[in-house]
């Protein structure tokens, strides 16, 4: 079992469409209790009834009638309120049912969401005893939706959500970047504030981005017809998706058609399984430090009769990854750590007598393996019935060769496919009225990074239709620092991660970005000091929605031209000058040609709020600025923001 904070925070699963909802009200669980309602625009507010049935929606002295679609869902428009409150929201229907929700309070609301560095906990941050105990702010509210996934749109969440007033207790495991913003708002803004925590560790952008921003991706097609079909028919699209596996890995391995690991007699020198433990605990040396594939494959044997059932298999879970085979025949592959496999067979899959099982199993990083427990790996028959799978004296395991990573990932993988967390955490927000969207996420696609820019444009667009504002406010965080430092020019996935936020936030003037990259720790890529971060994304905040004079973001850079024998870079928004800290000139720069590993470091100086670039020798295709996993750099405004990392062409 993992038990970093990472695997804390991530808790992935499958995804399916949830077992169970929260009932249907009158009023939408969005509406309960302690709630804030966004100030200074119509207040939208829905729920359910019977089809047909006419809904009096009342908040304080105002008061609207609706009524519910054939459907049985309704949804009306209060008039725009200014701040303050308590009041009480309350709908009722001529057939006597009705609903009220107390102590609702108009303000500004903030929808704060990403992956593990947003979710990250005040329990967490330094200082954490003492920030948590005066936590005490009836007026700032806060509500967390819980990790869940869903194949398509959700109307209500998966599981029940509430509001709560801050309070030690409240805050104590909420959104921590999130909470230390929303205090400084509350400072300056004197408002009461809602805050809405939709995180979950570990998760890629694409599975918060909804498919109608999917469906406009040329890049995402292939992978969203597949995952058209998974939701349809989830055995067949498993197979289609296992033979782009298949084919990968054999690309990866070199193994010949017919010979490989899930082939029923597959060559090669299979060995006896010790347990069902992480092979680190194996006992086998060369498994002590060892993150790559292992194959894992047992037989059962099955009547005809049993062999002609619906079945399903069970595994148990696997950590990382797991791709797995009966009789050759792709049936599952999951990312998702910690999670029992359950994989549907498609008819003809089992055959009556000898059936191979082979699970090739990815471990990335701490312990890896398949795990769990004996009534955990069975194949289990639809009428009821199993046949359990043997214990670790019926298993075989053997590595697949070095180089084997990196597998294709399934679009309906719970942390790294398509929508399904924008279905179950985002969708049911509906048309809540928000004043902005904090959104802190791009470590789990630095291993990927292109095209994260027009992929995080997308998802703000598809976010803005939803809560209807086409200029709702963004703040994105930008990647902190986080891994080892280097004496020369490196290629870095999360410095492109950076760069594309920076592109994403240029292209877009309702966004603002929080350069991080100072509040790194090289060893922890949850670094604890979430009170800057939370300053930084409050300063975004009020520059774009509260008139606040200070620029969003810090120096920016805006071009990069040839003057003779140095590259100008110009800057804006650095707030009293660009100053460097430590060194009278600015560290950090490289000039590149167009090729990958064509770039140096580079000599640079300040000119008013422009640097020179010394070009030296070389080409000078494009400059960059605080490269690398954990660059060191120095340029920051007179107001103690960093300069944002970049790469620029040189005109």
Same mark, same amino acid.
């Given at each position: 079992?993992?038990?970093?904070?990472?695997?804390?925070?991530?808790?992935?699963?499958?995804?399916?469409?949830?077992?169970?909802?929260?009932d249907?009200?009158?009023?939408?669980p969005?509406?309960?209790?302690h709630?804030?309602?966004?100030?200074?625009?119509?207040?939208?507010?829905?729920?359910?009834a019977?089809?047909?049935?006419?809904?009096?929606?009342?908040?304080?002295?105002?008061?609207v %009638?609706?009524?519910?679609?054939?459907?049985?869902?309704?949804r009306?428009?209060?008039?725009? &309120?200014?701040?303050?409150?308590?009041?009480? *929201?309350?709908?009722?229907?001529?057939?006597?049912?009705?609903?009220?929700?107390?102590?609702?309070?108009i $303000?500004?609301?903030?929808?704060?969401?990403?992956?593990?560095?947003m979710?990250?906990?005040?329990?967490?941050?330094?200082?954490a005893?003492?920030?948590?105990?005066?936590?005490?702010?009836?007026?700032?509210?806060?509500?967390?939706?819980?990790?869940?996934?869903?194949?398509?749109?959700?109307?209500?969440?998966?599981?029940?959500?509430?509001?709560?007033?801050?309070?030690?207790?409240?805050?104590?495991?909420?959104?921590?970047?999130c909470y230390?913003?929303?205090?400084?708002?509350?400072?300056?803004?004197k408002?009461?504030?809602?805050?809405?925590?939709?995180?979950? $560790?570990g998760?890629?952008?694409?599975?918060?981005?909804?498919?109608?921003a999917?469906?406009?991706?040329?890049?995402?097609?292939?992978?969203l017809?597949?995952?058209?079909?998974y939701?349809a028919?989830? =055995?067949?699209?498993?197979?289609?998706?296992?033979?782009?596996?298949?084919?990968?890995?054999?690309?990866?391995?070199?193994?010949?058609?017919?010979?490989?690991?899930?082939?029923?007699?597959?060559?090669?020198?299979?060995?006896?399984?010790?347990?069902?433990?992480?092979?680190?605990?194996?006992g086998?040396?060369?498994?002590?430090?060892?993150?790559g &594939?292992?194959?894992?494959?047992?037989?059962?044997?099955?009547?005809?009769?049993?062999?002609?059932?619906?079945?399903?298999?069970?595994?148990?879970?696997?950590?990382?990854?797991?791709?797995s085979?009966?009789?050759?025949?792709?049936?599952?592959?999951?990312y998702?750590?910690?999670?029992?496999?359950?994989?549907?067979?498609?008819?003809?899959?089992?055959?009556?007598?000898?059936?191979?099982?082979?699970?090739?199993?990815?471990?990335?990083?701490?312990?890896?393996?398949? %795990?769990?427990?004996?009534?955990q790996?069975?194949i289990?028959?639809?009428?009821?019935?199993?046949?359990?799978?043997?214990g670790?004296?019926?298993?075989?395991?053997?590595?697949?060769?070095?180089?084997?990573?990196?597998?294709?990932?399934?679009?309906?993988?719970?942390?790294?496919?398509?929508?399904?967390?924008?279905?179950?955490?985002?969708?049911?927000?509906?048309?809540?009225?928000?004043?902005?969207a904090?959104?802190?996420?791009?470590?789990?696609? =630095?291993?990927?990074?292109?095209?994260?820019?027009?992929?995080?444009?997308?998802?703000?667009?598809?976010?803005?239709?939803?809560? $209807?504002?086409?200029?709702?406010p963004?703040?994105?965080?930008?990647?902190?620092?986080?891994?080892?430092?280097v004496?020369?020019?490196v290629?870095?996935?999360?410095?492109?991660?950076?760069?594309?936020?920076?592109?994403?936030?240029?292209?877009?003037?309702?966004?603002?970005?929080?350069?991080?990259?100072?509040?790194?720790?090289?060893?922890?890529?949850?670094?604890?000091?979430? *009170?800057?971060?939370?300053?930084?994304?409050?300063?975004?905040a009020?520059a774009?929605t509260?008139?606040?004079?200070?620029?969003?973001?810090?120096?920016?850079?805006?071009?990069?031209?040839?003057?003779?024998?140095?590259v100008?870079?110009?800057?804006?928004?650095?707030?009293?000058?660009?100053?460097?800290?430590?060194?009278?000139?600015?560290?950090?720069?490289?000039?590149?040609?167009?090729?990958p590993?064509?770039?140096?470091?580079?000599?640079?100086t300040?000119?008013?709020?422009?640097?020179?670039?010394?070009?030296?020798?070389?080409?000078a295709?494009?400059v960059?600025?605080?490269?690398?996993?954990?660059?060191?750099?120095?340029?920051?405004?007179?107001?103690?923001?960093?300069?944002?990392?970049f790469? *620029?062409?040189v005109?």
């Amino acid at each position: 079992m993992k038990t970093t904070y990472r695997s804390a925070l991530a808790l992935p699963i499958l995804l399916a469409t949830p077992a169970f909802a929260q009932d249907a009200l009158l009023l939408h669980p969005m509406f309960q209790d302690h709630g804030v309602l966004q100030r200074d625009r119509p207040i939208a507010v829905w729920g359910d009834a019977a089809a047909g049935e006419r809904v009096e929606v009342t908040l304080g002295s105002r008061k609207v %009638l609706t009524r519910a679609d054939k459907d049985g869902h309704w949804r009306t428009d209060l008039p725009s &309120m200014p701040a303050g409150g308590p009041y009480t *929201l309350s709908a009722a229907t001529r057939g006597g049912k009705s609903q009220r929700a107390e102590d609702i309070m108009i $303000g500004d609301v903030w929808l704060c969401s990403g992956q593990s560095n947003m979710e990250y906990p005040v329990s967490g941050v330094l200082g954490a005893a003492g920030e948590i105990g005066k936590a005490n702010d009836p007026d700032l509210r806060l509500m967390t939706i819980e990790k869940k996934t869903s194949l398509s749109p959700e109307r209500q969440f998966p599981t029940p959500v509430q509001w709560q007033r801050t309070t030690p207790d409240a805050v104590r495991e909420f959104s921590a970047a999130c909470y230390f913003m929303a205090r400084d708002l509350r400072a300056s803004q004197k408002v009461p504030m809602g805050l809405i925590d939709a995180t979950w $560790g570990g998760t890629a952008i694409d599975a918060w981005r909804p498919e109608s921003a999917l469906a406009k991706d040329p890049a995402a097609a292939q992978d969203l017809a597949l995952f058209r079909v998974y939701r349809a028919d989830a =055995a067949e699209a498993s197979k289609q998706f296992g033979e782009r596996w298949m084919a990968w890995y054999r690309g990866k391995s070199g193994d010949v058609a017919g010979t490989e690991p899930w082939q029923a007699d597959a060559p090669g020198e299979w060995r006896a399984l010790p347990s069902f433990d992480a092979w680190e605990k194996w006992g086998v040396a060369e498994l002590a430090q060892y993150n790559g &594939m292992l194959w894992y494959r047992t037989e059962v044997t099955l009547t005809a009769e049993q062999a002609a059932k619906s079945a399903t298999l069970a595994l148990g879970p696997a950590d990382d990854m797991d791709a797995s085979f009966v009789n050759g025949v792709p049936v599952g592959v999951t990312y998702a750590w910690g999670v029992p496999r359950l994989y549907a067979l498609a008819p003809g899959t089992l055959e009556a007598g000898r059936n191979v099982i082979a699970v090739g199993v990815l471990d990335t990083w701490a312990e890896g393996g398949l %795990l769990g427990t004996a009534d955990q790996r069975a194949i289990r028959f639809a009428d009821g019935t199993s046949v359990p799978l043997a214990g670790p004296e019926g298993w075989r395991w053997r590595r697949a060769p070095a180089g084997v990573d990196d597998p294709p990932h399934a679009p309906w993988e719970a942390i790294a496919g398509f929508s399904g967390i924008y279905n179950a955490m985002i969708a049911p927000i509906g048309p809540y009225g928000l004043r902005g969207a904090a959104w802190y996420q791009g470590e789990a696609n =630095a291993g990927s990074p292109d095209g994260y820019a027009e992929k995080l444009g997308s998802m703000m667009a598809a976010w803005r239709g939803q809560f $209807g504002k086409p200029d709702l406010p963004f703040l994105v965080a930008q990647l902190s620092a986080w891994g080892p430092r280097v004496p020369k020019p490196v290629e870095s996935g999360f410095s492109q991660i950076r760069d594309e936020q920076r592109q994403a936030v240029a292209a877009d003037a309702h966004a603002a970005l929080a350069v991080t990259i100072d509040l790194g720790d090289v060893v922890d890529i949850h670094p604890a000091n979430k *009170l800057d971060v939370g300053h930084r994304l409050a300063r975004g905040a009020e520059a774009l929605t509260y008139g606040g004079k200070a620029s969003p973001s810090g120096a920016w850079p805006v071009e990069a031209r040839y003057e003779g024998a140095v590259v100008r870079v110009r800057f804006t928004g650095a707030d009293n000058g660009l100053v460097t800290y430590s060194a009278a000139q600015p560290i950090g720069f490289e000039l590149c040609g167009t090729a990958p590993g064509s770039c140096r470091f580079a000599t640079a100086t300040l000119a008013g709020s422009d640097v020179l670039v010394a070009v030296g020798t070389g080409s000078a295709d494009r400059v960059r600025f605080c490269w690398g996993d954990s660059p060191i750099c120095n340029l920051y405004d007179g107001t103690g923001l960093p300069a944002t990392p970049f790469e *620029l062409p040189v005109r």
